[in-house]
Structure formats: C-alpha cells, structure tokens
C-alpha cells in the first residue's frame, strides 16, 4: 500500500498534495459551523414560540441567548465559509474553468441566502428588546428556511459532483448544452441533501444538550438547565432513528451510483454475492486483500439489495489508478460514522424511554456522561461522514469525467504550503477566539441570571436600582 501511495505521489503534480491538504482543512472546519447555522435558529424559535405561548421567562432567557450564539457562530462559519469559496477557484481552476457555467448557479444562490440570512439573524437579535414578542417571533420564523435553502444549494454542488449532470461533452471535449437546474437536481441530490440535513440537526442538538448535561452534572439542576437539555434532545432523539432510516437509503443509492466508493466503505475486494460486512481491518492494495478487521457473513450483501444473493462488485473490478486514493481511511471512517450512528441511537432511545416513564432529564449518571459525550461523538460521525463523501470519489474530483490532478493548479507547490500554514494559523485563531467568546457570554450568563435576561427580556434592561429593590 505505502509502495502504491508512494508511485502516486510521484506521479501526481506537486501542486496536488498542498491543494488537497489546505481544502481538506478548510472543510472539516467549516463544517463545525454549519450544523449550528442550520439548527441552531429552529432551536432557539421553538424556546421562544414555548416561551410567549406560556408566558415562560425561562424559555425566552434561553431563545435569546441561544440567538447570540446563533450570531456567533454564524459569524465565524461565514468567514471560514467564505475561504472555503475562493479556494475553490484558486486550487481548482480546472474545474471552475471548465465546469463553472454549468455548476456555478447553486453558488450564486448560496451568495444570496447567505447575505439574506445574515440580515435576518441580525434583524431578530437586535429585536429582542425593540420589537413587541409576536413580532419579532415571526420575523425570526424565516431563518431556518433560508439556512436550509443555503445547505441545499452547497450540497447539491457537491452531489453535482458525485453525479455529474446538466451538460453534454462535444467530440471535441468542449461542454454543450448546458442545463443548469438539471445540474441542480442531480441524482445525488436528494439522498446526499436529505443524510445531511438529518446529520446537521442531529450533530448541533446533541452537541447543545450536552453542554447543559454538563451544567446538569455539576449540581446546576434548575429549570434553565432542564430546558436547555430538553428541547435539542428531544429533536436530537426524533431524527436520530430517521437518520438510520436515510444513511440506509443513501448507502444503497451509492452502491448502485458509485460503485467503487461502496467497495472502498465496504472494502469489498472481490466481486461476488455473499459479500461479509468487514468491519475496520486494512487494505492492502499490493495484494487487494484485507488484513484484520471482523467479518460478519453476507451482511454487506444483505445490506445492498436485502440478500445475500444480491451481488456486489468489488475493488477488482476497479483499475488500480481508478480506486479511491486510501480505501482503508475511506473504510474506517465509515465504520466510525455508522458506529457512532448506532451508539446514539442507543442514547436516543434511552432517553425517550427515561422521559415516557418519569417527564424529565433521566438522573443516571451514566445516562449523563453518555449524554454530555454525545455532541463529540455526532461531531466526529459529520466529519468522517465528509471523508467518505470526498475521500470516496477520489480520484475524480467529477466522478467518471475530470480527475482531480487535471483540475489543480499550476501555482508553486511550495506557495501552496505557505497558504496552507497561514489558514491553518487563521482558523487556530478563529478557533480560540470562537471558544473564548463563547466561555465569556456563558460566564456572563450565569453572573446575570435573575437581573439581565429574566426580568427583561422583552423591553429595556432595568436599572441596578430597580434590581436592587
């Protein structure tokens, strides 16, 4: 395997390593921030439609605060987002050159929603104490819509990537007959947009549960803790086992679409029925055998077509220079998500079985540590689910049609790493002005519980006087 990675190496421009490094970076940390710009806004309407409804203190503290950190993290994921657009033209200009006119449009409509959602993110946090409640309530009700549209038009680029479509390559390679929404509703489209949508909500509710959790196991067991623990996890708990439901979905779309992505997640070697589910091990691509791992009989068979019968082409089938660049990462980064997977949905149903008995947070211990883990573990499924999205396809940076060494740049390599070291600076600073941020609004929070927020939210903060009386 080294011996192969090496020979391609050599063969590959010098330029192909950096660029793919500094996108690699740029994606599994924008990524952090997207779930949140998604999830986060129906989140904190749900506390504030709970908290008019019922004339509930508690629940609109927790709508506005969860709004600021709804502006924060939007903030920071628009930065990172937006290195994340340039590099697309100054890595791959091969591809943007190429293929610009025909996938550029989800972008464009990405550029507006975005600028559209800024807008109303900040309409609805400087509305807290300028609007009357119901106003401002429904001034807000657009946000999740447009962060969704947003998602869905990054992701349908990506799946636009997967299955190419939309065009036509002439005899003399040029692109025709160009169709820009039918490159929109590509064939991936809507088993990619739908896992990770599900995932995005999924990975920001658990991941604020677990903050509380935290609170919650270290003695602060009001009714502000319960809230917060509450609301994502119980959205968190819905879409979990729907999330069973669409991974199981997408990976059969992708058995049948790409077939040599499935046999690098699956690490299938050999065509055939009765196919084993392996899990972890490591590919040896000199020989294209698996060494170690645990091998459960026809289940990845079964799991295809629903038999064992069903049959499944392997890695063989595949020319060498055509296979995914490192099947054992694709491979584990596999297993890891769709373990990760099982595990929540085990919290899940514990958790809906605790509070269907009892209607509040369940008070065992292991239960909270499981919990106040779980926003990691959903964050580490979201990134290594990404892996196996790009990872997977590779080497066509457009499945079957472009590969990605075609679509690089001929800027230096050592440039490139110079780029690579200072966003890899920027975003380490990104990171720990994001958290310190955030620990210093949580420490503000917990000093001004009783005279910032619940004495009014709605209206003029009250003065030290009127709180000292």
């Keep these: 395997m080294v011996d192969r990675v090496n020979a391609d190496l050599l063969a590959a421009p010098a330029q192909l390593l950096p660029a793919r490094e500094q996108m690699a970076l740029t994606l599994m940390f924008h990524i952090v921030f997207v779930p949140f710009g998604i999830a986060l806004p129906t989140m904190m309407l749900i506390a504030n439609y709970k908290g008019l409804k ?57 550029g507006v929603l975005f600028f559209l959602e800024a807008i109303l993110v900040a309409i609805y946090i400087y509305g807290w104490r300028r609007l009357k409640p119901w106003t401002h309530f429904w001034l807000g009700m657009p946000i999740p819509f447009v962060a969704i549209g947003g998602a869905f038009s990054i992701i349908s680029a990506n799946a636009w990537m997967n299955m190419p479509a939309g065009f036509t390559i002439d005899a003399n390679g040029q692109i025709t007959d160009v169709d820009p929404i039918g490159a929109i509703f590509n064939k991936a489209l809507p088993y990619e947009f739908g896992h990770f949508l599900v995932a995005a909500y999924m990975a920001a509710a658990f991941a604020v549960a677990s903050i509380y959790v935290v609170g919650w196991l270290k003695g602060r067991r009001d009714r502000y803790h319960r809230l917060g623990i509450l609301i994502p996890l119980t959205i968190a708990t819905v879409l979990t086992p729907v999330q069973f439901v669409v991974g199981d979905l997408t990976a059969v779309a992708v058995f049948k679409d790409q077939p040599a992505k499935f046999a690098a997640m699956e690490v299938v070697t050999e065509s055939g029925t009765h196919q084993p589910e392996v899990l972890f091990g490591r590919y040896d691509s000199a020989t294209n055998t698996v060494e170690g791992g645990l091998s459960v009989p026809g289940l990845n068979s079964w799991l295809a077509g629903g038999s064992v019968d069903t049959y499944v082409p392997g890695l063989d089938q595949v020319p060498p220079e055509n296979r995914p660049s490192n099947v054992t990462i694709v491979h584990w980064a596999f297993d890891i998500m769709v373990g990760v997977g099982t595990v929540l949905l085990l919290l899940a149903f514990w958790f809906f079985v605790a509070y269907w008995r009892r209607r509040d947070v369940p ?58 070291s200072l966003i890899a600076l920027l975003y380490l600073s990104l990171a720990i002005g994001t958290i310190t941020v955030l620990r210093a609004m949580s420490r503000r929070w917990r000093r001004s519980d009783q005279t910032d927020d619940e004495l009014a939210v709605y209206g003029p903060r009250p003065s030290i006087e009127e709180v000292s009386s």
């Design 54 to 110: 019922r004339n509930d203190t508690v629940a609109l503290t927790l709508a506005r605060r969860w709004s600021h950190a709804a502006g924060l993290t939007f903030a920071v994921g628009a930065a990172s987002g937006t290195v994340l657009s340039f590099e697309m033209g100054l890595l791959w200009p091969g591809l943007t050159g190429k293929f610009g006119e025909v996938f550029g449009l989800p972008f464009a409509i990405e």
């Design 363 to 420: 008070d065992n211990r292991v239960f909270l540590w499981f919990a106040a883990s779980a926003g990691v573990l959903t964050y580490i499924a979201v990134e290594a689910g990404w892996i196996v999205t790009e990872v997977g396809r590779q080497p066509w940076i457009v499945y079957n049609i472009m590969r990605t060494e075609e679509a690089v740049t001929n800027t230096d390599a050592g440039t490139l790493w110079i780029s690579f």
